[in-house]
């Protein structure tokens, strides 16, 4: 089942702008991840952001979860015509089961 | 190795075929996925393999039929498919025994195209 809603779900940016999105679920989940995924193409996980953290960094992304609102944001900062593609956050609520939102298709125009 | 491998790429096949999916992965990973994608939506489990041991089903009709013969390989064995059955068929795979820790890694999918 589909826990996590995302928003925007589409978003266009000129290359070298930011590209904020955000996610938010509704039980509570041991971590929450976000995933990139290339035109029919399998995912890519990006970073993972445990249920006691706040912020966390990766190269040009930066994820925060607030748990008390069951919300994350995934920003990816100086963005490259690469990052074409649809963002997913997925949520954890066990060791086994990711329930994914509903996603962010992410154009970056040159 | 760090890399899912899924064959085939693409399959079409009639409501009457039999057919397999098949998975591999050599990164030591003792849980295996099996997810479904229709256009334009986000994945859905359908299977959870945990020490080649199916522990989640999440309620896929019995025309869909998982199996694990051994640590690296999944198959999904597919019979009297429907034409809602085609979508992008993702396998993954992902450590065990690490509380909140559970990285899946994704192969690149099969196109199904039931006809």
């Known amino acids: 089942s589909q826990q996590g809603e995302e928003d925007p779900q589409a978003l266009s940016i000129q290359e070298g702008e930011n590209a904020t999105m955000n996610c938010s679920y509704k039980?509570?989940?041991?971590?929450l991840q976000w995933y990139r995924q290339n035109s029919g193409r399998g995912l890519v996980h990006l970073i993972l952001i445990r249920s006691n953290e706040r912020e966390k960094h990766s190269g040009r992304l930066r994820v925060t979860l607030d748990t008390s609102k069951k919300s994350s944001s995934l920003l990816i900062t100086a963005s490259r015509a690469a990052d074409t593609a649809s963002y997913f956050c997925a949520t954890a609520p066990d060791d086994y089961k990711l329930s994914f939102g509903a996603g962010t298709t992410v154009t970056v125009r040159a | 190795d760090t890399e899912v491998t899924q064959t085939p790429k693409h399959l079409v096949m009639g409501m009457t075929n039999k057919k397999s999916l098949k998975c591999e992965q050599h990164?030591?990973?003792?849980?295996m996925y099996w997810y479904k994608q229709k256009a334009k939506k986000p994945p859905e489990l359908m299977f959870v393999?945990?020490?080649?041991?199916?522990?989640i089903n999440e309620s896929v009709p019995s025309r869909f039929s998982p199996e694990c013969p051994n640590s690296s390989l999944l198959n999904l064995h597919l019979h009297a498919l429907q034409p809602e059955d085609s979508a992008l068929y993702l396998c993954?795979?992902?450590?065990?025994?690490?509380?909140?820790?559970?990285?899946?890694?994704f192969g690149p999918g099969t196109r199904l195209t039931v006809t």
């Open positions: 039980t509570s989940i041991n971590n």
């Open positions: 993954a795979s992902s450590h065990l025994g690490l509380a909140g820790s559970n990285e899946q890694y």
């Open positions: 990164m030591g990973h003792r849980a």
């Open positions: 393999y945990s020490y080649e041991k199916l522990s």
